[in-house]
């Protein structure tokens, strides 16, 4: 599975959009892209997941490049409880994930 | 509705004893997964499950670490003679489908053991 980069921390004030930006320069064409998010003292949670095309659901958005060496995760109004680790994840067929370091966001009042 | 459950939610052991920790897919989930989460770190795989078959268990740290899905539903996970560096969070995730495009399937976490051993 190829790997993933992304910024350690992030800050974003509360009601704005939340832009989270992940580098996966190695993804092959079947690779999807995955988002999940851990908030303290909780497991992973599920938000997104795509492979072309940009998709939306009624937690986030993904954006993803032409050429899929980027996404951007939208968490389009920030609220406090969206203060989480952010992991960026591509995932073949190959079953388990691998999980990095993620981005650590900070919302703030 | 009923998500991935696991039991207990805190263990703490003393060095050199025994543990097991248990899991609860979602309900006709076909694969299972355990991951360790040390402290600040990303979640790591441990083993995976196909019902009852055990697929990989390449991420296992050692043979003290055994995993078993007998009857393709609950899971457990077994931890023998304990040491301080398997103090970690435990967590268990299912997802509906394995093999050929289970890339579009997403797998559904449980909120975790957290294991200290003293």
């Known amino acids: 599975d190829a790997k993933t980069t992304q910024p350690p921390s992030m800050d974003c004030a509360e009601g704005r959009a939340a832009n989270l930006p992940c580098n996966h320069s190695?993804?092959?064409?079947?690779?999807?892209v995955y988002w999940y998010r851990q908030i303290h003292s909780q497991g992973p949670q599920y938000i997104i997941h795509g492979l072309k095309n940009n998709e939306t659901n009624e937690m986030a958005s993904l954006i993803i490049t032409e050429d899929r060496k980027s996404s951007t995760l939208i968490l389009p109004h920030a609220t406090l409880r969206d203060t989480a680790v952010y992991y960026c994840i591509v995932r073949q067929n190959t079953d388990k994930l691998i999980f990095g370091t993620g981005t650590r966001l900070q919302v703030f009042p | 509705g009923a998500g991935v459950s696991q039991s207990p939610r805190y263990k703490v052991a003393k060095r050199g004893q025994d543990v097991a920790l248990r899991c609860d897919p979602i309900?006709?989930?076909?694969?299972l997964f355990w991951y360790q989460q040390a402290l600040g770190q990303g979640p790591e795989f441990l083993t995976y499950?196909?019902?009852?078959?055990?697929?990989?268990k390449s991420g296992l740290p050692s043979d003290r670490f055994f995993a078993e899905r007998p009857e393709g539903s609950v899971s457990t996970l077994k931890i023998q003679r304990t040491q301080q560096e398997d103090s970690a969070v435990y967590l268990c995730?299912?997802?509906?489908?394995?093999?050929?495009?289970?890339?579009?399937?997403?797998?559904?976490f449980g909120d975790g053991t957290r294991l200290s051993i003293l």
């Open positions: 190695t993804i092959s064409g079947n690779e999807y």
């Open positions: 995730a299912s997802s509906p489908r394995t093999g050929k495009g289970s890339g579009n399937q997403p797998q559904h």
């Open positions: 499950f196909q019902n009852e078959a055990q697929l990989d």
């Open positions: 309900s006709g989930h076909v694969s």
